[in-house]
């Protein structure tokens, strides 16, 4: 039976996906009832997309328990990107840092160390995410679905970087998100969940377990700096981190 419902929600965001009706949420029937139960289906909707190649991963404040999506290759992009309008549903845009992995983590039964996580870490990069739904609009479903939805993930940029060695610091780090050439954000620090390798962490001890943990080359982008800007056709998005480098999107 759970397998059934598991397969009706994954069947409807599938269709979405494709062009089809966009559902207000899933049926009932069809719903995860926990948390871990939505990253089951997230899982099994990946499988369906294809290889998992990156994460998002992210946490509304540094103390609460942090949340994750898997992503695969058709939906990350290097900068400067050109993305048509037509492929997304909204197109909120983020201000984000991402990490590509040297080495690999794989689950292993002993905790990763933060200085292990830091070793393993190849290099740093400005990024861009774009934000998306399958859903009939924006932020109109619960929590669990938005996990089975690989939670609201659209695209992800990845801009330029440095080799790790970089640090960065929750509180004083430099962000800025120009839209069509004119800064819309400029502020010292803003990541809800803190300091980004924490989130790291979490990943590497459990939050990736169901994929095999995290493999070499991995791309993983660690939430918004500048909340979500919703924008359209015709845009450009400039994220620029200092010291580190910028990212550029133009939605078409």
Request: glycine share 10%; no cysteine; proline share 5%.
């Given at each position: 039976m759970a397998h059934a419902q598991m397969?009706?929600?994954l069947d409807s965001l599938m269709a979405a996906r494709r062009g089809g009706p966009r559902p207000v949420r899933l049926k009932p029937e069809a719903t995860p009832d926990t948390l871990a139960q939505a990253?089951?289906?997230?899982?099994?909707?990946?499988?369906?997309?294809?290889?998992?190649?990156g994460w998002k991963v992210g946490?509304?404040?540094?103390?609460?328990?942090?949340?994750?999506?898997?992503?695969?290759?058709?939906?990350?992009h290097l900068s400067p990107a050109q993305l048509g309008r037509r492929g997304f549903n909204v197109i909120g845009v983020e201000a984000e840092i991402a990490y590509t992995l040297a080495h690999p983590?794989?689950?292993?039964?002993?905790?990763?160390?933060?200085?292990?996580v830091l070793a393993a870490i190849g290099s740093v990069h400005a990024a861009i995410e774009i934000v998306?739904?399958?859903?009939?609009?924006?932020?109109?479903?619960?929590?669990?679905?938005?996990?089975?939805?690989?939670?609201?993930?659209?695209?992800?940029?990845?801009?330029?970087?440095?080799a790790h060695g970089f640090e960065v610091d929750p509180q004083k780090q430099m962000v800025q998100l120009d839209l069509n050439g004119e800064p819309a954000v400029r502020k010292a620090g803003g990541n809800s969940a803190g300091d980004a390798v924490?989130?790291?962490?979490?990943?590497?001890?459990?939050?990736?377990?169901?994929?095999?943990?995290?493999?070499?080359?991995?791309?993983?982008t660690t939430g918004s700096w500048t909340g979500t800007l919703f924008v359209g056709p015709g845009t450009q998005v400039r994220a620029s981190f200092d010291g580190i480098g910028e990212a550029v999107l133009e939605i078409v």
């Open positions: 397969s009706l929600a990253y089951g289906w997230q899982d099994a909707l990946l499988a369906r997309l294809g290889a998992v190649t946490a509304d404040s540094p103390a609460s328990e942090p949340f994750r999506a898997g992503l695969t290759a058709s939906t990350i983590l794989p689950v292993r039964a002993e905790p990763y160390t933060r200085a292990e998306d739904t399958r859903f009939a609009a924006w932020g109109i479903v619960e929590r669990p679905s938005q996990i089975v939805d690989q939670f609201n993930h659209g695209a992800l940029i990845i801009g330029e970087g440095r924490n989130l790291l962490i979490w990943l590497a001890n459990g939050g990736a377990a169901s994929q095999g943990g995290l493999a070499a080359d991995a791309t993983i």
